[in-house]
């Protein structure tokens, strides 16, 4: 995690610009999503939808299970669940969520990652490609990684604690030289709350043995698409759990950082 900051941002980002246009939105793709951050954070860890719901918007995309059991990663018709003791298994459809966010992934940009790039210089390379953090920026990446760093949320049981609590002991992963996708979104600062502000991925190996959150990676080749998007719509659920959660609370930027990051 000590390599040198490197220019690759600013001249991959330079070399498409000078061909294509910074991407826009397209005007029928909308992010779909199930709940609010917010009420994960209040420890609202159980949904209405399904994933058989869920997928009806969108086959590409992550969030959390029922019980804050684990992390979903959504892509290709396939959708996986990663739990916090490492295992990976796919998902059914008669599962249900408490928070997960979906779009139909039809990017707009293609670039081909030759050289290895940190996380940070990756985001630095959207940050140029998409300037405005104003709308969604959906984003894939499927490559070869140096490491990948990643964590996995604990399933929860009644009566449930905060999610800063509940994730106080959460494990962490270190995937060395692995293949295989990431998957996640950016999203506008003024939506932090109702969504994750910045940049929130999942990963998943190839092998689709093991992934999690994203903490941190290292890129030695690959391939990164994105799409922007402009339209979002939120089920927000109606059990008596979200209705009496404080879902506004004063320092709810600080434990969103603490808890995403
Ligand atoms: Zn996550």
């Known amino acids: 995690m000590t390599n040198a900051p490197c220019d690759c941002a600013e001249r991959i980002a330079a070399a498409y610009l000078a061909q294509h246009d910074h991407p826009a939105a397209s005007d029928s793709v909308e992010i779909y999503q199930t709940s609010l951050m917010s009420g994960l954070i ?30 979903l990663i959504a892509f290709d018709k396939e959708a996986h ?4 003791d490492g295992s990976a298994s796919a998902t059914t459809n008669d599962q249900k969520t408490p928070f997960a966010v979906v779009t139909e992934f039809n990017p707009s940009v293609e670039i081909t990652l030759d050289e290895a790039m940190d996380s940070d210089a990756i985001e630095a390379l959207i940050d140029r490609l998409v300037p405005s953090e104003n709308h969604f920026c959906a984003i894939r990446i499927d490559g070869d990684f140096e490491w990948v760093s990643t964590r996995t949320v604990p399933r929860q049981e009644r009566p449930y604690k905060p999610m800063l609590e509940a994730i106080a002991e959460q494990p962490t992963f270190d995937f060395k030289e692995s293949s295989g996708t990431m998957i996640g979104f950016r ?60 879902l506004n609370p004063a320092d709810i930027d600080e434990a969103i950082r603490q808890a995403e990051a």
Not at 81 to 84: I, T
Not at 190 to 201: K, R
């Open 187 to 246: 999203t506008p600062s003024y939506l932090q709350g109702v969504n994750v502000a910045g940049y929130h991925i999942h990963y998943i190996t190839d092998q689709r043995d093991g992934g999690g959150h994203v903490l941190n990676y290292r890129v030695t080749r690959g391939t990164l698409q994105l799409s922007v998007i402009s339209k979002l719509r939120i089920d927000l659920p109606r059990t008596s759990d979200f209705l009496d959660a404080d």
């Open 81 to 84: 669940q990663l739990r916090s």
């Open 42 to 71: 209040a420890g609202v860890y159980e949904g209405e939808t399904t994933l058989g719901d869920l997928f009806t918007h969108g086959d590409f995309g992550l969030g959390t299970f029922d019980n804050l059991d684990g992390e």
